[in-house]
C-alpha cells in the first residue's frame, strides 16, 4: 500500500507560480508512472501532467509550457512547477501513482488534494 501527501498549494495572484509536491510512502513508485490530476467544482477530473521512469512526460494541452512535472525516485517525490498561473486553474489537485509504468494510466492511488486558489 502508498500513500501520497501533497503539499504547496495555496492562494496566488494571476501569472504567480506554485510549486506543489507529493511525497510517497509505503511501497516505493520507482517504476511507476505518476500523475497529477485536478478537480474544479462543477467539473470532471482531469489529468493536468505524468511522468514515467523514464522521464516521458505528458501534459494537458491547457498547461504546456506553463507546468512541468518532475520527479525524484529517491525522495520518492514527485513535483509539479507552475508558472503563469491563470484563474481557470483554480482546482483541487491531487497526485497519483499508475499501476505501471504507462503515462497514460490507468492511476490506482491517490493523494488527499491540495487546493489552488488563482485570483484575478
Known amino acids: 500500500q502508498v500513500q501520497l501527501v501533497e503539499s504547496g498549494g495555496g492562494l496566488v495572484q494571476a501569472g504567480g507560480s506554485l510549486r506543489l509536491s507529493c511525497a510517497a510512502s509505503g511501497r516505493t513508485f520507482s517504476s511507476s508512472a505518476l500523475g497529477w490530476f485536478r478537480q474544479a467544482p462543477g467539473k470532471e477530473r482531469e489529468r493536468v501532467a505524468a511522468?514515467?521512469?523514464?522521464?516521458?512526460?505528458y501534459y494537458a494541452d491547457s498547461v504546456k509550457d506553463r507546468f512541468t512535472i518532475s520527479r525524484d525516485n529517491a525522495k520518492n517525490t514527485v513535483y509539479l512547477q507552475m508558472n503563469s498561473l491563470k484563474p481557470e486553474d483554480t482546482a483541487v489537485y491531487y497526485c497519483?501513482?499508475?499501476?505501471?509504468?504507462?503515462?497514460?494510466?490507468?492511476?490506482?492511488?491517490w493523494g488527499q488534494g491540495t487546493q489552488v486558489t488563482v485570483s484575478s
Open positions: 497519483a501513482k499508475g499501476s505501471s509504468w504507462s503515462i497514460i494510466g490507468p492511476f490506482s492511488s
Open positions: 511522468i514515467n521512469w523514464s522521464i516521458r512526460t
